[in-house]
């Protein structure tokens, strides 16, 4: 079936800013820290960086129809950009998350589907469906993945072209892995055609024994372990970080032993209390889960210069 896009060839893919001075690095005393905001982005987070391809990609094959499970963000996103562009996008949704964007979903016309599952059952669910009716399928881990890896990429060569220079630590954020291991296939690429002399070490941040990335690399696994989902304390701060199976976990974990990075457990009340900051003394807007990149950083960077990478706004999100 042929699908029409209304795609304006003038029309910019999504980009972010990179702050070089912040008031709350001043008040950190962390001056070598800067800020990748990716909440500058249309729906508030990196995902757009996919979301927009996967979209574009869906159309160009012809169909009418993409799918994808998501915690929020990324169906926000999806969800964006396919009535953007003309086709109908279906979100599954863990039903008893907190949906903090389920309205902004439904105001981009999407259809929802809600089942009482676990983010990664859900996935397979939504993945199960979209074989049977032959949609286009975006989720985590799909046949379609190669393209968050072209998406994400994007934010390294992004920061190699506003620094003109390689930072010496990248910190990040991590569920399912994608994000980190998609900015070090972009600074891998720099490297491997001798447009830079280095890559940075990668820091990978995620919720109190959360996250099996850095269960794994704590524990100095080589091949990633999945964790018991009965033992994971999911809040509605942490929400966007919690994983038990990361879809491309395996790949992340061997990121941060290529580069000699780092991984670290970050608290609720350090995100929380950080992104209280950020909107105190920059007035900027981040998603709490997402400053665990920036506690992180705070406990292994020193003098070098790292950029962190802020992979979502707060102005979908209040603690109650």
Not at 75 to 98: F, L, Q, T, V
Request: charged share 30%; net charge negative.
């Amino acid at each position: 079936m042929e699908t029409e896009a209304n795609i304006d060839a003038e029309d910019e893919p999504p980009g972010s800013p990179l702050i070089r001075e912040s008031n709350i690095g001043n008040f950190l005393d962390k001056e070598n820290m800067l800020l990748k905001y990716e909440g500058a982005n249309p729906t508030g987070t990196q995902k757009d960086r996919i979301s927009r391809k996967h979209v574009e990609n869906a159309i160009s094959k012809g169909y009418d129809r993409i799918s994808v499970a998501t915690c929020g963000n990324y169906g926000a996103s999806i969800a964006y950009y396919a009535e953007k562009y003309g086709i109908k996008a279906i979100i599954g949704i863990p039903s008893d998350y907190s949906n903090i964007r389920y309205d902004e979903i439904k105001e981009y016309n999407a259809d929802i589907i809600e089942k009482p599952l676990k983010y990664e059952e859900m996935v397979e669910y939504i993945r199960d469906l979209s074989n049977k009716n032959n949609w286009y399928d975006a989720s985590p881990g799909s046949k379609n993945k190669k393209i968050d890896i072209e998406g994400y990429s994007e934010i390294a060569y992004e920061i190699y072209n506003q620094l003109s220079y390689i930072p010496d630590y990248i910190s990040i954020p991590v569920g399912n892995g994608t994000t980190l291991y998609g900015i070090y296939r972009g600074f891998y690429d720099l490297y491997k055609n001798n447009r830079t002399d280095k890559i940075p070490e990668f820091i990978a941040s995620s919720t109190v024994n959360g996250n099996p990335i850095i269960d794994s690399f704590l524990n100095d696994y080589k091949k990633i372990h999945e964790i018991n989902p009965e033992n994971i304390m999911e809040t509605e701060i942490n929400e966007p970080l919690v994983s038990y199976r990361s879809y491309d976990g395996q790949n992340a974990l061997n990121v941060l032993y290529k580069t000699g990075g780092k991984a670290v457990y970050v608290t609720d009340d350090e995100m929380y209390e950080l992104s209280r900051d950020f909107k105190k003394y920059d007035d900027l807007s981040v998603l709490p889960a997402s400053t665990a990149a920036v506690a992180a950083a705070l406990r292994i960077v020193d003098d070098e210069t790292c950029v962190i990478v802020l992979t979502g706004s707060d102005k979908i999100w209040k603690r109650q």
